[in-house]
C-alpha cells in the first residue's frame, strides 16, 4: 500500500517494540488500516508522528499510561501542568544524580586512602558526620531497626561505622556502638538531622590511619592501639572518641574482610613543669 508502513517498519523507525505501538493502538491513539487480504496492520505519517510525540513524552520520564493520557486525553491545560510536575521531578533527579557523580569520585580517594593509610598517621580535619546507631557491638538494636531501613534507603551516602568512647579506647576495652554514617554535606539532599537516636558529629582536628577488621579479626577497640601509641609517642593524647567509618568490604575465601578509615581527636598532652 502506498505511503503505509507495516509494525515491524514503524518499531524500527521509532524505536519502540511491536508490542509498544499495539498498545498505543490498543489505546486508541493511533488507527491502523488492517488489510483484509494478508492481515497486516498499516501505519502512515499521522501514526508516525502521534507516536514521536509519543517517544518525547516517555523521554521526559512519563509511564506508558501517563503518555496515552496526555494524547488522547488531556487538554492543553492538563499538559502543560503535568510537563511542569514533570520538570521538578526531573530537576530532583538532576540534583540527585550530580551528588550522586560526586559521590562516586570521592568513594574512589576513600578506598585508596583506607587501603593506602594502614600504619600510617597524619593529623587531618575529620568531616561533621551524623551518627546512627544501630548495633552494641555485633548485635543489633531492634528499637532502631525502622531507622535503619530509612537510612539503607539513602546509599551510597550512607556508610557502616562506629565511635568508640574515649575511656574505652584507653582501656582497651571491646565495646563498640557500631551503625551508619552520613557525613553532614549530604544531610540536606538526604533529609537528615539530629533528632532522637542520631548523633552530631562536629568536625575537628584528629589523627587520621586506617586498620582492618574482619569476621576473623573482630572490630574493637583493639584496632586503634597502634594509632593511640603513635600519638602517645609524639605528645599527643586522645580528646574525645573516636569515629571509623568502612571505607571497603570484601569476601576472601570464607573470611568477610573490612577496610576502616579512622579519626581520633587529640589535644597535646602537658605535663609538669609546663
Known amino acids: 500500500m502506498k505511503n503505509m508502513y507495516k509494525i515491524g ?10 508490542q509498544a505501538i499495539r498498545y498505543y493502538e490498543k489505546m486508541g491513539i493511533i488507527s491502523p488500516i488492517k488489510s483484509h487480504d494478508s492481515g497486516y496492520r498499516y501505519y502512515d505519517v499521522w501514526d508516525i508522528h502521534v507516536l514521536v510525540r509519543a517517544r518525547v513524552y516517555r523521554e521526559y520520564g512519563f509511564s506508558m499510561s501517563k503518555t496515552v493520557d496526555l494524547i488522547s486525553k ?21 540534583i540527585w544524580n550530580l551528588n550522586l557523580l560526586q559521590q562516586l569520585r570521592e568513594m574512589q580517594q576513600i578506598i585508596n586512602d583506607a587501603v593506602s593509610s594502614i600504619g600510617k598517621y597524619y593529623i587531618q580535619l575529620r568531616p561533621a558526620m551524623y551518627f546512627l546507631q544501630t548495633q ?3 548485635e543489633l538494636l531492634d528499637n532502631r531497626l525502622e531507622l535503619y531501613q530509612d537510612w539503607v534507603e539513602k546509599v551510597p551516602f550512607v556508610f557502616p561505622g562506629g565511635i568508640y568512647e574515649k575511656s574505652v579506647c584507653e582501656n582497651r576495652g571491646d565495646e563498640l556502638a557500631f551503625g551508619l554514617i552520613v557525613e553532614e554535606r549530604y544531610s540536606a539532599l538526604l533529609n537528615i538531622e539530629k533528632t532522637e537516636g542520631i548523633v552530631y558529629l562536629p568536625s575537628r582536628p584528629c589523627i587520621h590511619t ?6 576473623q579479626l573482630l572490630l574493637s577497640t583493639k584496632r586503634l592501639a597502634p594509632a593511640i601509641e603513635f600519638m602517645n609517642s609524639r ?23 573490612s577496610w576502616h578509615q579512622a579519626w581520633l581527636p587529640f589535644e597535646h598532652e602537658i605535663t609538669r613543669g609546663q
Open 9 to 18: 517498519e514503524v518499531a524500527k523507525l521509532m524505536g519502540l517494540t511491536p
Open 74 to 94: 488531556y487538554n492543553s491545560e492538563d499538559i502543560v501542568s503535568c510537563l511542569s510536575s514533570e520538570e521538578e521531578n526531573l530537576q530532583e533527579t538532576i
Open 136 to 138: 552494641n557491638g555485633y
Open 210 to 215: 586506617s586498620f582492618k577488621s574482619g569476621s
Open 235 to 257: 605528645g599527643l593524647k586522645l580528646s574525645g572518641d573516636a569515629v571509623s567509618r568502612v571505607a571497603l568490604m570484601k569476601r576472601i575465601g570464607n573470611e568477610y574482610l
